[in-house]
Each structure stands twice: as structure tokens, then as C-alpha cells.
């Protein structure tokens, strides 16, 4: 069965931490490329960072040197790491598992249903 479960979101204050974890089928873990897809109110849907099967990573600038991407393939498990948070960061993050094309463009195509994060200021 193709899944994605998200865990780990909550209610932190700005300069806090939280760790995102996604728990894969292996069907989905297989997959080359997984990443991270943050949703605010009112405003469209934001890459957050991939990583490929082999541990290459690329971050949306608005979160580069705060946020760590990480998988562990035999946990079949991604992660991600946020330090430094700020209120900004408040959204539903999505949990993906999709192909990335000859440009490195990323295209998902399996999603969780969401994780909230608040960052109170």
C-alpha cells in the first residue's frame, strides 16, 4: 500500500526547534527522490527541501542553513530538521515522494496528509 505518515509537528516559539519524521512504504521509499512541501494560509503551496536515494539535498532559499533534510533508508524514514524557526515558518508541511527530471526538477506524486507547525512569535 502506497503511505506517507507525517509526525512531529506541534507549537513552538520563534528561535525553537521541532524535528519532522515521514514514515514511507517501501513502495514510496524506493522512489529516487523525497522532499518536504510547506503550505501557509492564504498562500501557495512551498518546496522545502528533497533528497535524493543517495543523501544529495537541495532547500528552498527561505529556509537554507536553518532546516536539515535527512532520510533513513533503512527505516524507510525522512526527516527534517528545523532549528531557528521562526513565525514565518507556520504551515501545514507535507511529506513527498516523487522523480526529479534531467533539469533536477522535482515532481511529486505521492503525498502525506500534512503536519502543523506554529511558530508563536
Known amino acids: 500500500q502506497v503511505q506517507l505518515v507525517e509526525s512531529g509537528g506541534g507549537t513552538v516559539q520563534a528561535g525553537g526547534s521541532l524535528r519532522l519524521s515521514c514514515a514511507a512504504s517501501r513502495s514510496i521509499f524506493s522512489i529516487n527522490v523525497m522532499g518536504w512541501y510547506r503550505q501557509a494560509p492564504g498562500k501557495q503551496r512551498e518546496l522545502v527541501a528533497i533528497?535524493?536515494?543517495?543523501?544529495?539535498?537541495n532547500y528552498g532559499d527561505s529556509v537554507k542553513g536553518r532546516f536539515t533534510i535527512s532520510r533513513d533508508n533503512a527505516k524507510l524514514t525522512m526527516y527534517l530538521q528545523m532549528n531557528s524557526l521562526k513565525p514565518e515558518d507556520t504551515a501545514v508541511y507535507y511529506c513527498?515522494?516523487?522523480?526529479?527530471?534531467?533539469?533536477?526538477?522535482?515532481?511529486?506524486?505521492?503525498w502525506g496528509q500534512g503536519t502543523q507547525v506554529t511558530v508563536s512569535s
Open positions: 533528497i535524493t536515494h543517495n543523501g544529495s539535498t
Open positions: 513527498t515522494g516523487g522523480n526529479m527530471d534531467s533539469t533536477a526538477k522535482y515532481y511529486p506524486v505521492h
